[in-house]
Protein backbone atom coordinates (compact mmCIF):
# COMPACT_ATOMS: atom_id res chain seq x y z
CA UNK A 1 0.00 0.00 0.00
CA UNK A 2 0.91 3.75 -1.24
CA UNK A 3 2.06 5.91 1.69
CA UNK A 4 0.06 9.27 1.60
CA UNK A 5 2.56 12.11 1.78
CA UNK A 6 2.41 14.11 5.02
CA UNK A 7 1.60 17.63 2.88
CA UNK A 8 -1.54 15.92 1.58
CA UNK A 9 -3.10 14.97 4.63
CA UNK A 10 -2.19 18.05 6.60
CA UNK A 11 -4.15 20.03 3.28
CA UNK A 12 -7.25 17.64 3.60
CA UNK A 13 -7.33 18.12 7.26
CA UNK A 14 -7.42 21.67 7.19
CA UNK A 15 -9.17 22.13 3.84
CA UNK A 16 -12.60 24.01 4.44
CA UNK A 17 -16.00 22.08 3.66
CA UNK A 18 -16.94 24.35 1.34
CA UNK A 19 -20.34 22.80 0.87
CA UNK A 20 -21.45 24.03 4.01
CA UNK A 21 -23.60 24.82 5.40
CA UNK A 22 -26.61 22.65 5.12
CA UNK A 23 -30.49 22.33 6.09
CA UNK A 24 -29.96 18.39 7.70
CA UNK A 25 -33.21 19.60 9.90
CA UNK A 26 -35.52 20.23 6.88
CA UNK A 27 -38.08 22.54 6.77
CA UNK A 28 -41.23 23.92 9.20
CA UNK A 29 -44.05 25.54 7.38
CA UNK A 30 -46.45 26.72 10.27
CA UNK A 31 -48.49 29.58 11.68
CA UNK A 32 -50.54 29.71 7.60
CA UNK A 33 -53.48 31.87 7.17
CA UNK A 34 -55.08 32.53 4.12
CA UNK A 35 -52.84 35.06 3.03
CA UNK A 36 -49.12 34.40 5.28
CA UNK A 37 -46.84 31.35 6.35
CA UNK A 38 -43.64 31.24 8.99
CA UNK A 39 -41.17 29.10 7.37
CA UNK A 40 -38.73 27.90 9.69
CA UNK A 41 -34.77 26.38 8.94
CA UNK A 42 -31.76 25.85 10.83
CA UNK A 43 -28.21 25.26 9.33
CA UNK A 44 -25.94 22.54 9.49
CA UNK A 45 -22.66 21.31 9.06
CA UNK A 46 -23.82 17.92 7.70
CA UNK A 47 -25.89 17.62 4.84
CA UNK A 48 -27.87 14.45 6.56
CA UNK A 49 -28.25 14.58 10.27
CA UNK A 50 -27.34 11.22 12.48
CA UNK A 51 -30.48 10.50 14.87
CA UNK A 52 -28.28 8.10 16.62
CA UNK A 53 -26.07 10.49 17.55
CA UNK A 54 -26.62 12.41 20.79
CA UNK A 55 -24.73 15.32 21.12
CA UNK A 56 -23.73 15.64 17.08
CA UNK A 57 -27.02 14.84 15.36
CA UNK A 58 -26.60 17.76 13.41
CA UNK A 59 -24.30 19.98 14.59
CA UNK A 60 -25.23 24.04 13.78
CA UNK A 61 -23.43 25.98 11.34
CA UNK A 62 -23.18 29.85 10.12
CA UNK A 63 -24.75 31.36 7.08
CA UNK A 64 -27.71 32.73 5.33
CA UNK A 65 -31.48 31.44 4.05
CA UNK A 66 -33.92 32.30 1.53
CA UNK A 67 -36.63 30.83 0.54
CA UNK A 68 -38.13 31.05 -3.06
CA UNK A 69 -41.87 30.22 -3.62
CA UNK A 70 -44.97 30.31 -6.20
CA UNK A 71 -48.29 28.54 -6.82
CA UNK A 72 -47.03 25.68 -9.77
CA UNK A 73 -49.16 26.48 -13.14
CA UNK A 74 -50.27 29.66 -11.90
CA UNK A 75 -47.36 31.52 -11.43
CA UNK A 76 -44.51 32.00 -14.26
CA UNK A 77 -41.89 33.30 -11.99
CA UNK A 78 -40.56 32.38 -8.46
CA UNK A 79 -40.98 35.32 -5.71
CA UNK A 80 -37.87 35.76 -3.44
CA UNK A 81 -38.03 36.29 0.07
CA UNK A 82 -34.78 38.70 0.94
CA UNK A 83 -31.14 36.42 2.27
CA UNK A 84 -31.14 36.92 6.09
CA UNK A 85 -28.37 35.27 8.38
CA UNK A 86 -29.36 32.61 11.14
CA UNK A 87 -29.36 33.60 14.57
CA UNK A 88 -26.17 31.58 16.46
CA UNK A 89 -27.90 32.07 19.45
CA UNK A 90 -31.23 30.93 18.44
CA UNK A 91 -29.59 27.39 17.19
CA UNK A 92 -28.45 28.95 14.31
CA UNK A 93 -32.23 29.29 12.58
CA UNK A 94 -34.62 31.69 11.36
CA UNK A 95 -37.86 32.37 10.74
CA UNK A 96 -38.93 33.75 7.91
CA UNK A 97 -42.37 35.23 7.16
CA UNK A 98 -44.23 35.19 3.83
CA UNK A 99 -47.08 37.55 3.11
CA UNK A 100 -49.16 38.61 0.64
CA UNK A 101 -50.39 34.63 -0.30
CA UNK A 102 -53.31 33.58 -1.69
CA UNK A 103 -56.42 31.44 0.09
CA UNK A 104 -57.00 28.19 -0.82
CA UNK A 105 -53.06 27.65 -2.92
CA UNK A 106 -50.91 25.03 -2.55
CA UNK A 107 -47.38 26.65 -2.90
CA UNK A 108 -44.36 25.34 -3.69
CA UNK A 109 -40.73 26.51 -2.29
CA UNK A 110 -37.29 25.82 -2.46
CA UNK A 111 -35.45 26.63 0.75
CA UNK A 112 -31.85 28.24 0.07
CA UNK A 113 -28.56 27.67 2.77
CA UNK A 114 -26.24 30.02 1.80
CA UNK A 115 -22.52 30.36 3.24
CA UNK A 116 -20.68 33.07 4.61
CA UNK A 117 -20.02 34.15 0.79
CA UNK A 118 -23.46 34.37 0.46
CA UNK A 119 -23.36 31.37 -2.37
CA UNK A 120 -25.69 29.06 -2.12
CA UNK A 121 -24.72 25.23 -0.64
CA UNK A 122 -27.90 23.44 -0.48
CA UNK A 123 -31.56 23.24 -1.43
CA UNK A 124 -34.53 21.52 -0.22
CA UNK A 125 -37.89 21.68 -2.17
CA UNK A 126 -41.21 21.27 -0.67
CA UNK A 127 -45.12 22.60 -0.56
CA UNK A 128 -47.74 24.05 1.91
CA UNK A 129 -51.14 24.80 2.05
CA UNK A 130 -52.47 28.00 2.59
CA UNK A 131 -56.23 28.51 4.24
CA UNK A 132 -59.14 28.98 2.53
CA UNK A 133 -61.27 32.10 2.26
CA UNK A 134 -63.77 32.29 4.53
CA UNK A 135 -66.73 32.22 2.28
CA UNK A 136 -65.72 29.21 0.69
CA UNK A 137 -67.02 25.74 1.61
CA UNK A 138 -64.01 24.02 0.85
CA UNK A 139 -63.54 20.38 2.38
CA UNK A 140 -60.31 19.92 4.99
CA UNK A 141 -58.54 17.50 6.16
CA UNK A 142 -56.02 17.87 9.33
CA UNK A 143 -54.48 15.39 11.14
CA UNK A 144 -53.82 15.26 14.82
CA UNK A 145 -51.11 13.55 16.70
CA UNK A 146 -49.82 14.17 19.98
CA UNK A 147 -47.08 12.08 21.95
CA UNK A 148 -43.74 11.19 20.58
CA UNK A 149 -40.12 10.13 21.54
CA UNK A 150 -36.67 9.63 21.00
CA UNK A 151 -36.62 5.85 22.26
CA UNK A 152 -40.17 5.40 20.63
CA UNK A 153 -39.86 5.35 17.35
CA UNK A 154 -40.59 3.55 14.46
CA UNK A 155 -37.59 3.27 12.74
CA UNK A 156 -33.97 4.41 14.53
CA UNK A 157 -33.24 6.18 11.58
CA UNK A 158 -36.76 7.11 9.59
CA UNK A 159 -38.45 8.10 12.72
CA UNK A 160 -42.03 7.48 13.33
CA UNK A 161 -44.49 5.68 10.53
CA UNK A 162 -47.20 7.41 11.44
CA UNK A 163 -45.35 10.79 9.22
CA UNK A 164 -45.13 8.92 5.99
CA UNK A 165 -48.62 6.97 6.32
CA UNK A 166 -50.14 11.21 6.86
CA UNK A 167 -48.40 12.42 3.78
CA UNK A 168 -49.70 10.13 1.62
CA UNK A 169 -53.23 11.61 2.96
CA UNK A 170 -53.17 14.59 1.19
CA UNK A 171 -53.66 17.06 4.79
CA UNK A 172 -54.56 20.51 4.53
CA UNK A 173 -52.87 20.94 7.37
CA UNK A 174 -51.85 19.27 10.78
CA UNK A 175 -50.90 19.85 14.49
CA UNK A 176 -49.16 18.86 17.14
CA UNK A 177 -50.70 19.12 20.54
CA UNK A 178 -47.31 18.44 22.10
CA UNK A 179 -44.89 16.09 23.66
CA UNK A 180 -43.04 16.89 20.49
CA UNK A 181 -39.96 15.82 22.31
CA UNK A 182 -39.72 14.53 26.26
CA UNK A 183 -36.89 16.49 28.01
CA UNK A 184 -37.53 14.87 31.19
CA UNK A 185 -37.47 10.73 29.38
CA UNK A 186 -34.21 8.83 28.96
CA UNK A 187 -35.98 5.51 27.81
CA UNK A 188 -34.13 3.20 29.42
CA UNK A 189 -31.16 4.77 30.03
CA UNK A 190 -30.18 5.30 26.30
CA UNK A 191 -31.00 8.90 25.33
CA UNK A 192 -29.92 11.35 28.22
CA UNK A 193 -32.15 13.68 30.14
CA UNK A 194 -32.02 17.19 28.53
CA UNK A 195 -31.45 19.54 31.94
CA UNK A 196 -30.31 22.24 30.43
CA UNK A 197 -30.21 24.62 27.00
CA UNK A 198 -27.69 22.47 24.99
CA UNK A 199 -29.01 19.03 25.98
CA UNK A 200 -32.41 20.25 24.94
CA UNK A 201 -31.29 21.82 21.49
CA UNK A 202 -29.74 18.28 20.64
CA UNK A 203 -33.33 16.81 21.43
CA UNK A 204 -34.97 19.04 18.90
CA UNK A 205 -32.08 18.21 16.52
CA UNK A 206 -32.14 14.40 16.92
CA UNK A 207 -36.20 14.40 16.47
CA UNK A 208 -36.10 16.38 13.21
CA UNK A 209 -33.14 14.44 11.79
CA UNK A 210 -35.35 11.37 11.64
CA UNK A 211 -36.53 10.89 7.94
CA UNK A 212 -40.27 10.26 8.04
CA UNK A 213 -40.84 13.07 10.34
CA UNK A 214 -38.53 15.57 8.02
CA UNK A 215 -40.12 14.51 4.82
CA UNK A 216 -43.49 14.75 6.07
CA UNK A 217 -42.45 18.74 7.62
CA UNK A 218 -41.04 19.72 4.30
CA UNK A 219 -44.21 19.12 2.44
CA UNK A 220 -47.18 19.87 4.85
CA UNK A 221 -48.68 22.63 6.67
CA UNK A 222 -48.08 22.19 10.15
CA UNK A 223 -49.44 24.19 13.87
CA UNK A 224 -47.64 23.16 16.98
CA UNK A 225 -48.43 23.53 20.48
CA UNK A 226 -46.16 22.73 23.56
CA UNK A 227 -47.19 20.31 26.30
CA UNK A 228 -45.25 19.90 29.73
CA UNK A 229 -42.24 17.45 28.23
CA UNK A 230 -41.61 19.89 25.84
CA UNK A 231 -41.53 22.65 28.06
CA UNK A 232 -39.46 21.73 31.18
CA UNK A 233 -40.97 18.32 32.47
CA UNK A 234 -44.15 16.63 33.47
CA UNK A 235 -46.70 18.84 34.58
CA UNK A 236 -44.61 21.58 35.03
CA UNK A 237 -46.08 25.09 35.45
CA UNK A 238 -43.72 28.73 35.51
CA UNK A 239 -41.30 29.10 38.33
CA UNK A 240 -40.44 25.99 38.25
CA UNK A 241 -36.42 24.31 36.94
CA UNK A 242 -35.51 20.79 35.75
CA UNK A 243 -31.47 20.83 36.29
CA UNK A 244 -29.94 24.22 35.16
CA UNK A 245 -32.98 24.53 32.48
CA UNK A 246 -35.43 27.22 33.62
CA UNK A 247 -38.97 27.38 32.73
CA UNK A 248 -38.92 30.52 31.08
CA UNK A 249 -35.98 29.09 29.20
CA UNK A 250 -38.03 26.07 27.76
CA UNK A 251 -40.60 28.55 26.64
CA UNK A 252 -37.76 30.45 24.55
CA UNK A 253 -36.47 26.92 23.44
CA UNK A 254 -40.10 25.77 22.02
CA UNK A 255 -40.61 29.05 20.17
CA UNK A 256 -37.00 29.15 18.95
CA UNK A 257 -37.47 25.59 17.17
CA UNK A 258 -40.96 25.97 15.51
CA UNK A 259 -42.77 28.11 13.25
CA UNK A 260 -44.02 30.84 16.33
CA UNK A 261 -46.70 33.71 16.34
CA UNK A 262 -45.88 36.67 19.13
CA UNK A 263 -49.00 34.63 21.49
CA UNK A 264 -48.52 30.59 21.91
CA UNK A 265 -52.72 30.64 21.69
CA UNK A 266 -54.22 31.52 18.51
CA UNK A 267 -56.80 31.07 16.21
CA UNK A 268 -56.93 29.50 12.08
CA UNK A 269 -59.97 29.89 10.06
CA UNK A 270 -60.12 27.20 6.96
CA UNK A 271 -62.88 28.03 4.88
CA UNK A 272 -66.18 28.36 5.42
CA UNK A 273 -67.33 25.41 7.69
CA UNK A 274 -63.92 25.33 10.42
CA UNK A 275 -62.11 27.58 12.64
CA UNK A 276 -59.45 26.21 15.05
CA UNK A 277 -58.54 28.06 18.45
CA UNK A 278 -55.16 26.36 19.57
CA UNK A 279 -55.15 27.01 23.36
CA UNK A 280 -51.74 27.72 25.57
CA UNK A 281 -51.64 25.17 28.39
CA UNK A 282 -48.69 25.90 30.45
CA UNK A 283 -47.59 29.82 30.00
CA UNK A 284 -50.37 30.88 32.59
CA UNK A 285 -51.45 28.61 34.99
CA UNK A 286 -51.36 28.63 38.96
CA UNK A 287 -49.17 25.92 40.26
CA UNK A 288 -50.99 22.53 40.24
CA UNK A 289 -51.05 21.72 43.96
CA UNK A 290 -52.74 24.95 45.37
CA UNK A 291 -56.05 24.85 46.39
CA UNK A 292 -58.69 24.83 44.01
CA UNK A 293 -61.07 28.21 44.15
CA UNK A 294 -63.19 30.18 41.51
CA UNK A 295 -59.74 32.04 40.76
CA UNK A 296 -57.53 29.87 40.25
CA UNK A 297 -56.84 29.41 36.52
CA UNK A 298 -54.83 27.18 34.11
CA UNK A 299 -55.59 29.06 30.81
CA UNK A 300 -55.27 32.63 32.38
CA UNK A 301 -57.88 35.55 32.23
CA UNK A 302 -56.52 37.19 29.45
CA UNK A 303 -56.51 33.64 26.94
CA UNK A 304 -59.79 32.82 28.76
CA UNK A 305 -61.44 36.26 27.52
CA UNK A 306 -60.15 35.90 24.07
CA UNK A 307 -61.22 32.12 23.61
CA UNK A 308 -65.05 33.01 24.82
CA UNK A 309 -65.13 36.35 22.49
CA UNK A 310 -63.58 34.16 19.57
CA UNK A 311 -66.22 31.79 19.48
CA UNK A 312 -68.48 33.69 19.84
CA UNK A 313 -68.05 35.95 17.02
CA UNK A 314 -67.37 33.02 14.98
CA UNK A 315 -69.69 32.73 12.24
CA UNK A 316 -67.56 28.81 11.16
CA UNK A 317 -69.98 25.72 10.97
CA UNK A 318 -67.86 24.14 13.07
CA UNK A 319 -65.54 25.13 15.78
CA UNK A 320 -62.80 22.95 17.19
CA UNK A 321 -61.12 23.77 20.30
CA UNK A 322 -57.94 22.29 20.51
CA UNK A 323 -56.23 21.51 23.58
CA UNK A 324 -52.83 20.05 24.66
CA UNK A 325 -54.23 18.37 27.70
CA UNK A 326 -57.97 17.27 28.70
CA UNK A 327 -61.02 19.24 28.93
CA UNK A 328 -63.68 16.52 29.10
CA UNK A 329 -61.13 13.80 30.03
CA UNK A 330 -60.51 10.22 30.24
CA UNK A 331 -58.08 10.85 32.56
CA UNK A 332 -55.64 8.80 34.48
CA UNK A 333 -56.97 8.48 37.94
CA UNK A 334 -54.65 10.81 40.04
CA UNK A 335 -53.68 13.24 37.60
CA UNK A 336 -53.27 16.74 38.51
CA UNK A 337 -52.60 18.36 35.51
CA UNK A 338 -55.54 19.36 33.06
CA UNK A 339 -58.83 20.68 32.84
CA UNK A 340 -60.33 17.52 33.45
CA UNK A 341 -58.80 17.21 36.83
CA UNK A 342 -60.38 17.89 40.33
CA UNK A 343 -57.27 20.71 41.01
CA UNK A 344 -59.11 22.76 38.27
CA UNK A 345 -62.34 22.19 38.87
CA UNK A 346 -63.65 25.48 39.17
CA UNK A 347 -61.97 26.46 35.31
CA UNK A 348 -63.41 23.04 34.22
CA UNK A 349 -66.64 23.81 34.59
CA UNK A 350 -66.58 27.53 33.59
CA UNK A 351 -65.08 26.12 30.41
CA UNK A 352 -66.94 23.18 29.62
CA UNK A 353 -70.62 25.00 30.11
CA UNK A 354 -69.63 27.73 28.29
CA UNK A 355 -68.19 25.44 25.23
CA UNK A 356 -70.89 23.24 25.74
CA UNK A 357 -73.67 26.24 25.55
CA UNK A 358 -72.86 26.68 21.92
CA UNK A 359 -73.84 24.86 18.55
CA UNK A 360 -71.36 22.57 16.83
CA UNK A 361 -68.24 23.32 19.35
CA UNK A 362 -66.12 20.44 19.56
CA UNK A 363 -62.53 19.78 21.78
CA UNK A 364 -59.46 17.34 20.60
CA UNK A 365 -57.06 17.21 22.92
CA UNK A 366 -53.44 15.16 22.99
CA UNK A 367 -51.75 14.69 26.31
CA UNK A 368 -52.70 11.23 27.13
CA UNK A 369 -51.42 7.87 25.75
CA UNK A 370 -54.86 6.43 24.66
CA UNK A 371 -57.39 7.36 21.77
CA UNK A 372 -61.16 8.15 22.95
CA UNK A 373 -64.14 9.85 22.15
CA UNK A 374 -66.70 11.22 25.09
CA UNK A 375 -69.13 13.03 25.93
CA UNK A 376 -69.11 14.89 29.35
CA UNK A 377 -72.06 13.98 31.37
CA UNK A 378 -73.03 17.26 32.92
CA UNK A 379 -72.38 19.67 30.16
CA UNK A 380 -72.41 17.42 27.34
CA UNK A 381 -69.69 18.66 25.44
CA UNK A 382 -67.75 16.11 23.56
CA UNK A 383 -64.15 15.72 23.17
CA UNK A 384 -61.73 13.82 20.71
CA UNK A 385 -58.56 12.53 22.67
CA UNK A 386 -55.72 11.46 19.40
CA UNK A 387 -53.72 9.16 21.21
CA UNK A 388 -50.13 9.03 20.59
CA UNK A 389 -48.12 8.58 17.72
CA UNK A 390 -47.61 4.84 18.14
CA UNK A 391 -47.93 2.18 19.39
CA UNK A 392 -44.71 1.78 21.23
CA UNK A 393 -45.66 5.31 23.08
CA UNK A 394 -48.82 4.03 23.84
CA UNK A 395 -47.42 1.45 26.42
CA UNK A 396 -46.46 4.82 28.38
CA UNK A 397 -48.73 6.58 30.94
CA UNK A 398 -51.53 3.94 32.05
CA UNK A 399 -54.95 2.98 30.27
CA UNK A 400 -58.69 4.63 29.98
CA UNK A 401 -59.94 2.80 32.55
CA UNK A 402 -61.49 5.67 34.68
CA UNK A 403 -64.23 6.74 31.96
CA UNK A 404 -66.64 8.96 32.22
CA UNK A 405 -70.69 7.95 31.86
CA UNK A 406 -70.23 8.47 28.38
CA UNK A 407 -67.20 7.23 26.48
CA UNK A 408 -68.23 6.75 23.06
CA UNK A 409 -64.63 4.44 22.15
CA UNK A 410 -61.33 4.08 24.20
CA UNK A 411 -58.56 1.92 22.55
CA UNK A 412 -54.84 1.84 24.00
CA UNK A 413 -53.44 1.78 20.31
CA UNK A 414 -51.29 4.89 18.62
CA UNK A 415 -51.39 6.69 15.69
CA UNK A 416 -53.00 9.66 14.53
CA UNK A 417 -56.89 11.39 14.84
CA UNK A 418 -57.85 12.19 10.69
CA UNK A 419 -60.04 14.48 11.12
CA UNK A 420 -62.58 15.32 7.92
CA UNK A 421 -65.08 18.48 7.23
CA UNK A 422 -67.12 17.91 4.32
CA UNK A 423 -70.65 18.82 2.83
CA UNK A 424 -72.84 15.30 2.58
CA UNK A 425 -75.55 15.88 0.50
CA UNK A 426 -75.31 20.00 0.81
CA UNK A 427 -74.92 19.32 5.05
CA UNK A 428 -71.67 20.46 6.44
CA UNK A 429 -70.44 17.05 8.30
CA UNK A 430 -67.27 16.37 10.94
CA UNK A 431 -65.57 12.84 10.33
CA UNK A 432 -63.59 11.85 12.47
CA UNK A 433 -60.77 8.40 11.98
CA UNK A 434 -58.55 7.45 14.91
CA UNK A 435 -55.80 5.59 12.74
CA UNK A 436 -53.69 2.70 14.07
CA UNK A 437 -50.61 2.96 12.76
CA UNK A 438 -48.38 -0.66 12.66
CA UNK A 439 -45.08 -0.64 11.58
CA UNK A 440 -45.90 -4.72 10.81
CA UNK A 441 -47.79 -3.76 7.87
CA UNK A 442 -47.89 -2.16 4.75
CA UNK A 443 -51.68 -1.34 4.98
CA UNK A 444 -53.07 2.09 4.82
CA UNK A 445 -56.72 1.67 4.54
CA UNK A 446 -60.01 0.82 6.61
CA UNK A 447 -57.97 -2.36 8.32
CA UNK A 448 -56.06 0.82 10.10
CA UNK A 449 -58.76 2.43 11.20
CA UNK A 450 -59.47 1.59 15.31
CA UNK A 451 -62.89 3.86 15.23
CA UNK A 452 -64.84 6.00 13.22
CA UNK A 453 -67.57 8.54 14.40
CA UNK A 454 -69.33 11.51 12.42
CA UNK A 455 -71.91 14.37 13.41
CA UNK A 456 -73.61 16.74 11.19
CA UNK A 457 -73.71 20.27 12.42
CA UNK A 458 -76.79 21.22 13.93
CA UNK A 459 -78.89 23.79 12.48
CA UNK A 460 -77.96 23.03 8.84
Known amino acids: MKSIPLIFLISLLSAPLASQPFLANGVKIGEVTQDSAVVWMRLSALEKGNPLSIEQAAPAAKGYVSIAYRVPGRDPDWSHTD ?3 VNPDNDATAQIRLEGLNPGYRYEFKAKAYNLDKEVTHTISGSFQTAYASIVPAPVRVAVVSCQGIGTQDDPM ?6 REMLDRELDFFVHTGGIVYYDKDYEGMHPLSKNVT ?8 MFAYHWNQEFHNQTTSYFIKDDHDTLKNDCWPGQTYGDLTF ?5 LFKEQVPSSPLPYRTFRWGKDLQVWMLEGRDYRDPNPAPDNPDKTLL ?3 QKAWLKKGVLAS ?7 ISPSPIVGPDKEGKKDSLANYVYQHEGDEIRAFLSSIENVYTVCGDRHWQYASKDPKTGLIEFGSGPINNEHALIGG ?26 NGIPTLILNWMNVDPSTKARDAGNVNHTMSFTASGS
Do not use: C
Not at 158 to 163: E, I, Q
Not at 248 to 252: C, I, N, S, T
Open 248 to 252: DEGLA
Open 399 to 424: NSGLKPEHLYFGGEKGGYLLMEVERM
Open 199 to 206: QARQRWNR
Open 83 to 85: IVA
Open 315 to 321: DATFKII
Open 158 to 163: KGHLAY
Open 300 to 302: GQE
